[in-house]
C-alpha cells in the first residue's frame, strides 16, 4: 500500500510563502502522477496543480504564476512551493497519486492565509 505523508501546512500573513512536501512510501514512485488539490470550508475539491510521471504540469489558472510543483524521485517526494500567498488560499491542502487504476490520497495540510 503507498501511503502519501504530507508536511509544510501552516499559517502566514498575506504575501508570504510557504512549502509544502509529499513523500512517498513504497517503490512505484517515479510512476506516479501526482497532484495537489485544496479544499476550502463549504468548497468542493479543487485541482491546484499537478505533475506527471513524465514532468508535464498543468496548474489552475488561479495560482498560476504563484505556485511551483516539482518532484524528486530519488526522494519519493513532490513539492509546492506558494508565494505571494493570498486569503483566499486558506484551503486544506491534499497530496494525490494515480498509477495503474489506483489512486492514493494524503490525509491533508492546513493552509491559513491572514489578511
Known amino acids: 500500500q503507498v501511503q502519501l505523508v504530507e508536511s509544510g501546512g501552516g499559517s502566514v500573513q498575506s504575501g508570504g510563502s510557504l512549502r509544502l512536501s509529499c513523500e512517498a512510501s513504497?517503490?512505484?514512485?517515479?510512476?506516479?502522477?501526482m497532484g495537489w488539490y485544496r479544499q476550502a470550508p463549504g468548497k468542493q475539491r479543487e485541482l491546484v496543480v499537478d505533475?506527471?510521471?513524465?514532468?508535464?504540469?498543468n496548474y489552475a489558472d488561479s495560482v498560476r504564476g504563484r505556485f511551483t510543483i516539482s518532484r524528486d524521485n530519488d526522494r519519493k517526494t513532490v513539492y509546492l512551493q506558494m508565494n505571494s500567498l493570498k486569503p483566499e488560499d486558506t484551503s486544506v491542502y491534499y497530496c494525490?497519486?494515480?498509477?495503474?487504476?489506483?489512486?492514493?490520497w494524503g490525509q491533508g495540510t492546513q493552509v491559513t492565509v491572514s489578511s
Open positions: 513504497g517503490s512505484i514512485f517515479r510512476f506516479l502522477d
Open positions: 505533475i506527471s510521471s513524465g514532468g508535464s504540469t
Open positions: 494525490r497519486g494515480r498509477a495503474f487504476g489506483y489512486e492514493y
